[in-house]
Structure formats: C-alpha cells, structure tokens
Nanobody, 120 residues
Framework: QVQVVESGGGLVQPGGSLRLSCAVS????????MAWYRQAPGKQRELVAT???????KYPDSVKGRFTISRANAKNTVILQMNSLKPEDTAVYYC??????????????WGQGTQVTVSS
C-alpha cells in the first residue's frame, strides 16, 4: 500500500518561514513527478511547486523566489521551504505524487494535507 504523508505545517507570522515535508512509502518502482498544491477556504486548489524525476522545478509567479522545492532521503521525500510568508499563503497544503507502481503503470496519489496559517 502506498502512503503519501505531509508534515511541518503550523502558525507563523508574516515574513516568517516554514518547512513542509512529504514522505512517500510503500510498494513502488520509482517516483515520477512530485508537487505541492494548496487550497484556501472558498478557493480552488492551486499548484505551488513541482519537481520532476530529473530534479527540474517549476513555480507559479505567486511563490517564485520565496518557495523552494527539493528532494531528500534517497529522493523519497520532498521538501517545500517557504520563506517570506504572507497572509495570502494561508491554506491547506497538499503533497501530490505520481508514482510508478510497476514497469508499465503509474498512479497519482494525494497526501492528507497540512494546515499553514500566516498571521500576526
């Protein structure tokens, strides 16, 4: 059984930093693309950062220069380093993993989400 588990959310003041982690475990062949999304109350889920199997990264303009996505721990963990946080970054953050479960099949998995609140 595949698990995608986020950790590291919390309350931070504007201008502060938080580090989110997403760990993938279970019976998989390899990890393809991983990404972080967020969803604020009353808004659609939006893409925050992606990292490919080749470690190419991509960010929307709203977080570019402030957020950094990277891999760790033999590449089964993805980190989202968030700096210079703003109140509008407040949301539930979700990890998404595209995983090869055998040589010909890949599936998309979501974590349970972790709350990030930016407030003074």
């Amino acid at each position: 059984q595949v698990q995608v588990v986020e950790s590291g959310g919390g309350l931070v003041q504007p201008g502060g930093s938080l580090r989110l982690s997403c760990a993938v475990s279970g019976n998989i062949i390899s990890i393809n693309t991983m990404a972080w999304y967020r969803q604020a109350p009353g808004k659609q889920r939006e893409l925050v950062a992606t990292i490919t199997s080749g470690d190419s990264t991509k960010y929307p303009d709203s977080v570019k220069g402030r957020f950094t996505i990277s891999r760790a721990n033999a590449k089964n963990t993805v980190i989202l380093q968030m700096n210079s946080l703003k109140p509008e970054d407040t949301a539930v953050y979700y990890c998404n993993a595209d995983l090869w479960v055998d040589l010909t099949t890949h599936h998309n998995y979501w974590g349970q989400g972790t709350q990030v609140t930016v407030s003074s």
